[in-house]
């Protein structure tokens, strides 16, 4: 049995008579990971993606193209091309509660990436274009991350990527991949298809990253177990790792036996374990292990709205 101590979750926040919810230590932690994320993408941009002109997609990305045009300013184009999205935004991805982080992360971006410009060397720190844009990349979606972990998103289609990934289900670099792939494609026109290709690994790393920081990576595993020794199975899991076990019942569809199947969420450095204790009971055993990008609960992290 699990001698994991129970975790006290904080009841989710009230809204005040306005609609707005009232302010407490978890959306002042929240406003300090998105202010903090838009600092972050915000020297990405000064430091790799804008001196080399690599498009890092989304409005950000348009506002990029149209300053090396028109020379207006980055941080004011974001302002005003997020205002659309913003809306979308408030209808989807949680009303009021949403708009309050989203227009903070978005006002802190834009402001920063101006301000940045006067202590910034303008020519970056590299010259070569993959360094660019691994750091770029690697950058701008640890900043991703940090907002998504304040409950928000620093705007731009990033608004249209979290959509996708709430109500679709796709995850976040594979939404993020899908919403800016047109920014990149017109980078390609106003800078040249190279600089179009390393773009399209920005957005492919900064997606990674924003992914490893917001759900931690897939730092979880879901394992199943068939076996004909279910119960020393679980014993020897539940005994040295005190990690909860479930059986389901299960069916096998050739023979029509019927048989337990053991359930159970470990982190990754445990997998390697339970396979050696399940090799050593039941060599025969049939094991499946399957990435989880969060565990929630009782063990785990507390059980939250996101």
Not at 8 to 30: C, H, N, V, Y
Not at 48 to 59: I, K, T, Y
Not at 293 to 298: D, M, Q
């Amino acid at each position: 049995m699990s001698n994991t101590s129970k975790t006290e979750i904080t009841p989710p926040l009230k809204p005040t008579s306005q609609g707005f919810p009232a302010l407490s230590w978890e959306m002042i932690r929240d406003y300090l990971f998105f202010v903090l994320g838009a600092l972050v993408q915000a020297i990405a941009m000064r430091l790799f993606l804008v001196p080399a002109l690599l498009v890092s997609g989304g409005v950000s990305g348009a506002g990029q193209i149209v300053n090396f045009y028109t020379n207006f300013p980055i941080g004011f184009f974001v302002l005003l091309g997020n205002v659309p999205l913003f809306i979308l935004g408030w209808r989807y991805l949680g009303g009021a509660r949403f708009a309050i982080r989203t227009a903070g992360a978005i006002l802190s971006f834009s402001l920063l990436v101006e301000l940045l410009a006067w202590f910034m060397p303008e020519q970056g720190v590299v010259d070569d274009l993959v360094l660019n844009s691994i750091y770029g990349g690697l950058l701008y979606g640890v900043g991703l991350g940090l907002v998504y972990r304040g409950k928000g998103t620093s705007g731009g289609s990033d608004i249209l990527g979290l959509i996708l990934h709430h109500r679709g289900g796709v995850s976040i670099s594979q939404a993020y991949m899908l919403t800016d792939t047109l920014v990149v494609l017109a980078g390609g026109f106003a800078f040249g298809w190279e600089r179009a290709l390393y773009g399209l690994i920005v957005i492919y790393v900064s997606g990674l990253a924003a992914e490893a920081v917001s759900e931690g990576g897939g730092i979880y595993r879901s394992i199943m177990v068939i076996t004909g020794q279910p119960e020393a199975v679980a014993n020897q899991i539940m005994q040295n790792l005190e990690r909860g076990v479930t059986f389901l019942q299960g069916v096998g569809a050739y023979t029509g036996v019927e048989r337990r199947v053991l359930y159970c969420v470990v982190t990754r450095s445990e997998v390697n374990q339970i396979k050696s204790m399940v090799q050593e009971i039941d060599p025969q055993a049939f094991m499946v292990v399957g990435q989880a990008n969060e565990a929630l609960g009782e063990g785990f992290r507390p059980l939250q709205a996101q």
